[in-house]
């Protein structure tokens, strides 16, 4: 393994290492000091192992991996080697390789969300798909959201916004804007709110307090 890729492996191990210790110490963010041009910028293509060049989605899960999503499979990155799934070595994806949605859990598993193929959970090497069975209400997953208590939560293409019960998906009602019905990107407020982002305009579900998004002190 080349010693930046080994550096950046290193890093996520010591990350995920000191999480899983309850560390409240992470990692240093970016420093804002400094321009974007002194940043180093590495990028990967198609030759250096990439199945295709348009990457949809990206996660981490809880053991170090980067997560890819692509229009020709879920891609695994160590640092250093890309690791294709695609319907070709993986059943579950059932001829369908495009990966439109990534969410990691807290028990290491991963959602994956595909644009035809409905939701897949990967964990431990294996896979599971979820079909209307689940109730789960369309074939192209949109997004994925794992709030801080463990629940599931996916936006789907003209399917609407669904909470995965761990038996069943159950439909959260958004109202009735056109274009509701698609939803595009979930996320979790600091009170527990969902914030769901459609095609018919920007939803929030939650205990029925008006959001408090401008905190006191800000802007500085």
């Known amino acids: 393994m080349e010693r930046q890729a080994l550096l950046r492996w290193v890093s996520r191990c ?97 959602w994956i969300g595909t644009g035809g193929g409905g939701l897949l959970y990967a964990k431990n090497g294996r896979f599971r798909a979820y079909s209307s069975a689940d109730g789960l209400p369309a074939e192209q997953i949109r997004s994925i959201l794992t709030t801080r208590d463990g629940t599931l939560w996916i936006g789907t293409e003209r399917g609407g916004l669904h909470r995965y019960d761990g038996r069943r998906f159950i439909r959260a009602p958004l109202g009735t804007g056109e274009g509701e019905s698609t939803v595009r990107c979930l996320l979790e407020a600091s009170d527990g709110g969902i914030w769901a982002g459609t095609d018919g305009g920007l939803k929030l579900i939650s205990r029925g307090k008006r959001p408090n998004v401008h905190p006191e002190g800000w802007p500085p």
């Open 14 to 110: 010591i990350l995920v290492l000191t999480g899983t210790l309850g560390s409240v110490e992470l990692a240093p963010a970016l420093d804002t000091a400094k321009l974007l041009s002194q940043y180093r910028l590495d990028v990967w293509h198609v030759r250096d192992g990439l199945p295709q060049e348009s990457v949809r989605a990206i996660t981490e899960t809880a053991d170090g991996y980067l997560w890819l999503g692509t229009q020709a499979g879920l891609v695994r990155f160590d640092g250093d080697h890309f690791r294709v799934f695609t319907s070709g070595n993986t059943p579950a994806f059932q001829q369908r390789d495009h990966i439109l949605a990534l969410g990691a859990d807290y028990d290491g598993g991963l």
